[in-house]
T-cell receptor
Framework: AQSVTQLGSHVSVSEGALVLLRCNYSSSVPPYLFWYVQYPNQGLQLLLK??????LVKGINGFEAEFKKSETSFHLTKPSAHMSDAAEYFC?????????????FGKGTLLTVNP | DAGVTQSPTHLIKTRGQHVTLRCSPISGHKSVSWYQQVLGQGPQFIFQYYEKEERGRGNFPDRFSARQFPNYSSELNVNALLLGDSALYLC?????????????FGQGTRLTVV
C-alpha cells in the first residue's frame, strides 16, 4: 500500500523567495513519485516525476524535487517564486513495475505568492 | 492536438438520480483512469481501464461503474446519487497502463448533488 503526506496545507511566500513544498511517502515497494499542479477550475498538470533514475529531478517552470529514500521524502523546490506559481500542488505516489496505473495523492498544498 | 476532453463540464443532479460522465482520451492513448476530487482534498482513484478492460478499481461502492469503448473513450456511471458524491471528477489518459508513463488530466466534470 502507498500513502502520501503533504506537510502544510497552505504555504505563503513573497515573490522572488524560495518555494519549498514538503512531501513524505510510504510505500511497500519501490515507488514512483510525482508532483502535479492544479490551477483554479482546471485539471492537473504534471510538474515532474521520479521513476528510479536520477534522484534529483528537474521539471517544468523551474521546479525540481529530490528523492531521498532514507527520509522517505520528495520535497518540491523552486529558487525564486513568481506570481504565476500561485496554485494548488499535489504530491502523488504509485507502485513501480506494476501494470496498474493507480496514483495515490496527498491532500494538497495551496501556494500563495505575495507581491 | 486535442488534450483529454470531458463532458459535461458542470452538472447538477438530485439525490437518487443516475449520472453518466464522459471522457475522450488523447489520440493514441489506450489507458483511461477516473478520479474523484472532493473539495479541499486530493484526487482519489476510482477506476483504470486499458484496452477496454478494467485493470484497477479503487475503494468505491458498486454504485460506481465504468466502461471503455473500442475508440478508447470512456464513461463513468454513478447510480443512486448521494450528497457526498458531489465532487470534481477527473479523467486521465496515458499511452500505456504502466505507472511510469505520464497521465494527462482533463479539466474535469463538476458534479453537484442536491
Amino acid at each position: 500500500a502507498q500513502s502520501v503526506t503533504q506537510l502544510g496545507s497552505h504555504v505563503s511566500v513573497s515573490e522572488g523567495a524560495l518555494v519549498l513544498l514538503r512531501c513524505n511517502y510510504s510505500s511497500s515497494v519501490p515507488p514512483y513519485l510525482f508532483w502535479y499542479v492544479q490551477y483554479p477550475n482546471q485539471g492537473l498538470q504534471l510538474l515532474l516525476k521520479y521513476t528510479s533514475a536520477a534522484t534529483l529531478v528537474k521539471g517544468i517552470n523551474g521546479f525540481e524535487a529530490e528523492f531521498k529514500k532514507s527520509e522517505t521524502s520528495f520535497h518540491l523546490t523552486k529558487p525564486s517564486a513568481h506570481m504565476s506559481d500561485a496554485a494548488e500542488y499535489f504530491c502523488a505516489v504509485s507502485p513501480s513495475g506494476g501494470s496498474n496505473y493507480k496514483l495515490t495523492f496527498g491532500k494538497g498544498t495551496l501556494l500563495t505568492v505575495n507581491p | 492536438d486535442a488534450g483529454v476532453t470531458q463532458s459535461p463540464t458542470h452538472l447538477i443532479k438530485t439525490r437518487g438520480q443516475h449520472v453518466t460522465l464522459r471522457c475522450s482520451p488523447i489520440s493514441g492513448h489506450k489507458s483511461v483512469s477516473w478520479y474523484q476530487q472532493v473539495l479541499g482534498q486530493g484526487p482519489q482513484f476510482i477506476f483504470q481501464y486499458y484496452e477496454k478492460e478494467e485493470r484497477g478499481r479503487g475503494n468505491f461502492p458498486d454504485r460506481f461503474s465504468a466502461r471503455q469503448f473500442p475508440n478508447y473513450s470512456s464513461e463513468l456511471n454513478v447510480n443512486a446519487l448521494l450528497l457526498g458524491d458531489s465532487a470534481l471528477y477527473l479523467c486521465a489518459s496515458s499511452l500505456t497502463q504502466g505507472s511510469n508513463t505520464e497521465a494527462f488530466f482533463g479539466q474535469g466534470t463538476r458534479l453537484t448533488v442536491v
